[in-house]
């Protein structure tokens, strides 16, 4: 095959990636460039291809290009922020990785794959900047997160009354705490009610989930920003500033990279912080709250979380049952619901029936209390006149390791594209659920684009929760 042919191939292959692909020949000018990297950039492939790299991208100065490093210095960058002005002065920030590429001891290119963050860059400095605003020291009881406390943890079950009562025990100190509880247990409940138990309670509570993030935002969420640490970087405060006497949640913590898991560590031992690309400590008095979804224990062994992080952080460790371990609580959560909900959509349901409460009650629930409020919510929220709730208004999901039950029970008196599409929309309402009402997430978990997901949403009726 002559090199025209494997031109072609790799034009072919960079125009099936999602993510943007930019590759430069050993004069820097660039040679494959596909239509995600230019949608990621805001230009043309015409603005690109055959020209000069530096050329191509006159906001970005040398010494901090990327693409620089890699043809000029052998340099390979992994997972860079970059912020810059395009050709046509709109400001775009993406993640790089650039590689050179080597053949027989000679660099013969570089090859940089991106993906734009410009909207999650813009919406974290919008988060800081909103908390700056609306916690400053002197009103952080004005939090503007909803407060829980102790009286939002419902149930009698004793082993769940006695994770309240340890919960009770730690609002009494400010030592760190470690919250194992899976999706939907409420250990969001859990957290605030220590803190607003507390003597921080009129300091900031604030919360970041650490999945919600790339590792080079949320580096910068956390410990802040200064002026010229990166491109684009401006002089901000990050979390453990603004919750500066108040309590830092960390929500799925064992999402947070490795490497920031180490420099977290050492915030925690040091008791101050230094902003991202900045020379200064800064000393810090916070509280850490952590959560995850599944057993500390694995997520060790899978590598997931730093064994050392955990033992700092578990001085007061926390398991919150899940609710198939405490469905004796059940009835008293449904009502406890159903007085919630018929406040807030001016319902008069009084009662359950007995056969709809043994349905709620047989149901395992994999999104445990959070899943068995979002069928109270949808069976308030459907009911007209009723004032007892029914088999009939319960709207019981289906989750995926059911489907194959449910296909079983197919008498043929459908026809085959109807049942397949109900099929179909089962299986989306279980992944929803699963992923906490994410669409991104469910869209993985189904290993679907999410614009796919959307489509079907809206193609079926559906709304995350």
């Not at 043809?71 to 002005?85: E, V």
């Not at 709109?90 to 734009?116: F, Y």
């Not at 040091?270 to 800064?282: A, F, L, Q």
């Not at 991104?440 to 809206?458: D, F, V, Y």
């Amino acid at each position: 095959m002559d090199a025209m042919g494997y031109k072609k191939i790799i034009e072919e292959l960079i125009s099936l990636i999602d993510e943007g692909v930019y590759i430069v020949d050993s004069d820097g000018v660039g040679i494959f460039y596909n239509e995600e990297m230019a949608e990621n950039e805001k230009i043309n492939v015409n603005d690109v291809i055959g020209r000069d790299f530096h050329t191509a991208f006159p906001g970005i100065k040398l010494n901090e290009s990327t693409m620089y490093q890699a043809l000029h210095k052998g340099i390979a960058t992994r997972n860079k922020q970059q912020t810059y002005t395009n050709l046509y002065g709109k400001e775009v920030t993406t993640v790089n990785s650039t590689v050179p590429v080597e053949l027989d001891g000679q660099r013969i290119a570089a090859i940089e794959v991106a993906r734009d963050i410009t909207n999650i860059r813009s919406l974290s400095d919008t988060i800081l900047q909103l908390r700056e605003d609306r916690n400053p020291p002197e009103k952080a009881a004005k939090a503007s997160i909803k407060r829980y406390n102790f009286n939002d943890l419902v149930g009698e079950n004793l082993r769940f009354r006695s994770v309240v009562n340890r919960a009770r025990r730690a609002a009494g100190n400010n030592a760190s705490v470690f919250i194992y509880g899976e999706t939907g247990t409420g250990k969001e409940l859990f957290a605030q009610s220590i803190h607003y138990e507390s003597r921080r309670k009129d300091k900031p509570f604030l919360a970041q989930n650490c999945a919600a993030l790339p590792e080079s935002l949320l580096e910068g969420i956390l410990f802040g920003t200064a002026r010229g640490g990166f491109t684009g970087a401006v002089d901000r405060a990050g979390l453990f500033e603004q919750a500066n006497g108040g309590t830092l949640l960390l929500d799925e913590l064992s999402a947070m990279p490795y490497d920031l898991q180490s420099k977290l560590l050492r915030v925690l031992q040091e008791d101050y912080i230094r902003r991202v690309g900045g020379t200064k400590d800064i000393p810090i008095d916070v509280r850490i709250i952590a959560t995850v979804n599944e057993a500390p224990e694995k997520l060790i062994a899978e590598g997931l979380l730093r064994k050392d992080l955990y033992y700092r952080l578990n001085v007061v460790g926390i398991s919150i049952p899940p609710l198939r371990e405490r469905k004796d609580d059940i009835p008293v959560l449904v009502d406890s619901f159903l007085e919630k909900y018929n406040k807030k959509y001016d319902k008069q349901i009084w009662m359950v029936s007995e056969n709809a409460l043994q349905r709620l009650c047989a149901y395992n629930y994999p999104g445990n209390v959070r899943e068995l409020e979002n069928i109270i919510i949808q069976s308030v929220a459907m009911a007209e006149t009723e004032h007892v709730l029914t088999e009939r208004l319960l709207q019981m999901p289906i989750h995926v390791d059911e489907i194959g039950r449910s296909a079983e029970k197919w008498d043929g008196r459908a026809p085959l594209n109807e049942y397949m599409a109900e099929m179909e929309k089962m299986i989306i309402q279980g992944a929803l659920i699963d992923a906490d009402g994410n669409v991104t997430k469910a869209a993985a978990m189904l290993q679907i684009k999410r614009q796919t997901l959307q489509h079907k949403l809206k193609k079926y009726g559906l709304t995350p929760q």
